[in-house]
Nanobody, 126 residues
Framework: QVHLMESGGGSVQSGGSLRLSCEISALPYTSFCGAWFRQAPEKDREEVATIDSDGNTKYTNSVKGRFTISKDSTKNLYLQMNSLKPDDTAMYYC?????????????????????WGQGTQVTVST
């Protein structure tokens, strides 16, 4: 059974850093597109960063230069978040889909991802 589990969330002050991890097991793809989403209260789920099977990455404008998505050989995903701001406060989710490991130049949206974790809360205070 496919399982994605996030960890690493918490509460930090503005300017601080967190590293989110997503442990992935039993993913039925050799290659996959991985992503991090976030959702703040009363807002839509936002695609924050993606990484394809070749390691190509994409970031939403608000996190460029501050967040870094990565993966390891065991298909786990990571999100290094630096210079955190109160606007980054949200529940963060990892997601994965196949498509031969191709994420594409455009944002897919949450409906295009087949597998999701349960989320980890990130709270940034002033």
């Amino acid at each position: 059974q496919v399982h994605l589990m996030e960890s690493g969330g918490g509460s930090v002050q503005s300017g601080g850093s967190l590293r989110l991890s997503c442990e992935i097991s039993a993913l039925p793809y050799t290659s996959f597109c991985g992503a991090w989403f976030r959702q703040a209260p009363e807002k839509d789920r936002e695609e924050v960063a993606t990484i394809d099977s070749d390691g190509n990455t994409k970031y939403t404008n608000s996190v460029k230069g501050r967040f870094t998505i990565s993966k390891d050989s065991t298909k786990n995903l990571y999100l290094q978040m630096n210079s955190l701001k109160p606007d980054d406060t949200a529940m963060y989710y990892c997601a994965a889909t196949g498509d031969n490991g191709y994420c594409g130049p455009s944002w897919r949206g949450p409906q295009k991802y087949n597998y999701w974790g349960q989320g980890t809360q990130v709270t940034v205070s002033t």
